[in-house]
T-cell receptor, first 117, second 110 residues
Framework: DVKVTQSSRYLVKRTGEKVFLECVQDMDHENMFWYRQDPGLGLRLIYFSYDVKMKEKGDIPEGYSVSREKKERFSLILESASTNQTSMYLC????????????????FGPGTRLTVL | LAKTTQPISMDSYEGQEVNITCSHNNIATNDYITWYQQFPSQGPRFIIQGYKTKVTNEVASLFIPADRKSSTLSLPRVSLSDTAVYYCLVGAVGDDKIIFGKGTRLHILP
């Protein structure tokens, strides 16, 4: 089974702090994603990466950065946390399929509930 | 990327069959239809994927009409544990992003 782990289930930080959210997958997937989920807004893509040291902006990248130095690890960084970044953060990974095998299935971690005070 | 529309919420009773319909009028030739399920305090998980006609697995069935402008996720004989949010997604192989949207919140009553 694919396993995606996130460093913390719950995190409380103060406004202005630098926050690191870590995600590790154990299935050698090329693609990794960071989402945030807020009530009434569904999942929104922050950043994604399709290879080591590669990153692409998602729909809401402002206030975030990412790092992918190793294939299995994808980090989300809040340079200066703000209260509007209080949210559930979900990491996912996927394997790029070829041909007519269908689209990539994303495997999600359990999420990190971040509260910024 | 094709946009999807699905009901915000649905209620049903244990033992019933539940059908959740998703509209995707702008689906492209290369797009597949995928459904995910998300339980409270967990990340979404893949349920089923299809391209046309009918797909069935141990969890659900997916019905896709010939024009592919909509799809229906069917959950047979639901139980309380099927209470979750269900997301319908449309995308093609190689799409950089998949849009999850807000999903359908399914509430199963005893």
């Amino acid at each position: 089974d694919v396993k995606v782990t996130q460093s913390s289930r719950y995190l409380v930080k103060r406004t202005g702090e630098k926050v690191f959210l870590e995600c590790v997958q154990d299935m050698d997937h090329e693609n990794m994603f960071w989402y945030r989920q807020d009530p009434g807004l569904g999942l929104r893509l922050i950043y994604f990466s399709y290879d080591v040291k590669m990153k692409e902006k998602g729909d809401i990248p402002e206030g975030y950065s990412v790092s992918r130095e190793k294939k299995e690890r994808f980090s989300l960084i809040l340079e200066s946390a703000s209260t509007n970044q209080t949210s559930m953060y979900l990491c996912a990974s996927s394997l790029t399929l070829a041909g007519d095998s269908g689209t990539d299935t994303q495997y999600f971690g359990p999420g990190t509930r971040l509260t910024v005070l | 990327l094709a946009k999807t529309t699905q009901p915000i919420s649905m209620d049903s009773y244990e033992g019933q069959e539940v059908n959740i319909t998703c509209s995707h009028n702008n689906i492209a030739t290369n797009d597949y239809i995928t459904w995910y399920q998300q339980f409270p305090s967990q990340g979404p998980r893949f349920i089923i994927q299809g391209y046309k006609t009918k797909v069935t697995n141990e969890v659900a069935s997916l019905f896709i009409p010939a024009d592919r402008k909509s799809s229906t996720l069917s959950l047979p004989r639901v139980s309380l544990s099927d209470t979750a949010v269900y997301y319908c997604l449309v995308g093609a192989v190689g799409d950089d992003k998949i849009i999850f949207g807000k999903g359908t919140r399914l509430h199963i009553l005893p």
